[in-house]
């Protein structure tokens, strides 16, 4: 009898913070892995912690932020014969820079990063998982796409709102197909992410500890989220109370209530 067939996982951003943590967690299932981010070296470093444990790790670095860094990446897997059954779209950051005082090809860069390349590595991997009757898909959105808008990070939301929304689409569409499709929406999460815009100092000081969560725990209720097939998680109770009270409040009202966050945070 020949021993089943390993399932395998395309992770973007695998190189710090929820990547890395995906690829710990998936690792852990015995699911082979293909890890992808800028930093190589990062990559090949993780690769070589968890190969021994059985698992299978191809590092293929990519920058999704160059203009055709998804296609890239797809040609890649192709060039090496990979169809991965999982995709974790995961690569993000955010600027706190402000709309104008931010280069055009700064944000156009961001929106490839987190808006392009989720939904084309999607078109181009999904295919061959619903002709296997198999897929899992993760998209790495934020509990800022469910709030109203923040100035100053004023494109981060809306484009983590366009892929829940997109997610949501797409798991309408192949939810009967064996392809489960999840939008993980984390709120404030111990990783590099609030090293990587500057703002480390301030959100510390301004966000009590019970507001963060673990990439681990992060990482977990995504998996949990996606096996169940639903469209949309929220980690972390106080997470879901926060989104759905923003939700639940006059428009107006909301708005002012997150609009002071980028106050607290002294952007505007
Ligand atoms: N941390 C939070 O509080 C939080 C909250 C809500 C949502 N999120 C979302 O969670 C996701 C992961 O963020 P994180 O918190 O884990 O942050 P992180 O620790 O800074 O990791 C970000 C990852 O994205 C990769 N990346 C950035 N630019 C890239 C590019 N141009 N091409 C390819 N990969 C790129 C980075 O790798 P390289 O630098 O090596 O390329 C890194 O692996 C993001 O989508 C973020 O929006 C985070």
Excluded at 231 to 250: E, F, K, T
């Amino acid at each position: 009898m020949s021993a089943p067939a390993r399932r395998s996982v395309l992770i973007t951003g695998a190189s710090a913070g929820i990547g890395e943590a995906f690829a710990r967690a998936y690792a852990r299932r015995g699911w082979d892995l293909i890890l992808t981010a800028r930093r190589r070296e990062r990559l090949e470093a993780l690769a070589d912690v968890l190969t021994p444990s059985g698992v299978k790790a191809h590092v293929v670095p990519a920058d999704l932020g160059a203009d055709d860094g998804a296609d890239r990446l797809l040609a890649a897997l192709r060039s090496q014969g990979l169809s991965p059954d999982g995709l974790v779209n995961n690569a993000g950051y955010s600027r706190t820079s402000g709309f104008l005082a931010s280069e055009w090809a700064d944000h156009d860069a961001m929106i490839r990063v987190m808006l392009t390349a989720p939904v084309k590595l999607a078109h181009g991997l999904a295919p061959a998982m619903v002709e296997r009757g198999y897929g899992r898909i993760v998209n790495v959105a934020s509990l800022a796409g469910t709030m109203p808008a923040t100035g100053g990070d004023t494109l981060y939301g809306p484009i983590k709102s366009f892929l829940i929304k997109a997610s949501q689409g797409l798991h309408l569409e192949l939810r009967d197909r064996g392809v489960h499709v999840t939008a993980l929406c984390p709120g404030y999460t111990y990783s590099e992410f609030h090293d990587v815009n500057g703002s480390r100092e301030e959100v510390s000081a301004a966000y009590p500890r019970w507001m963060w969560m673990t990439a681990e725990a992060v990482v977990e209720a995504g998996i949990e989220g996606v096996e169940a097939n639903r469209p949309r998680v929220i980690p972390g109770l106080a997470n879901r109370l926060l989104s759905g009270l923003a939700q639940h409040l006059p428009n107006g009202m909301a708005l002012r209530m997150v609009g002071g966050h980028a106050r607290r945070l002294k952007r505007l």
